[in-house]
């Protein structure tokens, strides 16, 4: 990806977060959430935000197994 484009933040339905180029639509299963803007501030964004990196059917397993 080039830093010379504004990039917008992304979320697919596990809870995992990319960039996308601004001027294009977010494809299917991927919905916009966060800033748009330089790469690096969209990238600062996530590191921020997207705090657990397993997938949310994988939380949701293990959270069966989790002891009380």
């Known amino acids: ?35 748009t803007g330089a ?3 969209v990238l600062e964004w996530i590191e921020k935000n997207w705090t657990d990196m397993r997938p949310i059917s994988l939380r949701a397993s293990m959270e069966k197994y989790e002891v009380s």
């Open 1 to 35: 990806m080039d830093d010379n484009f504004d990039y917008k933040v992304l979320v697919n339905s596990e809870g995992q977060y990319s960039i996308w180029p601004e001027t294009k639509p977010a494809p299917v299963g991927w919905e916009e959430v966060g800033p």
């Open 39 to 41: 790469k690096a501030q």
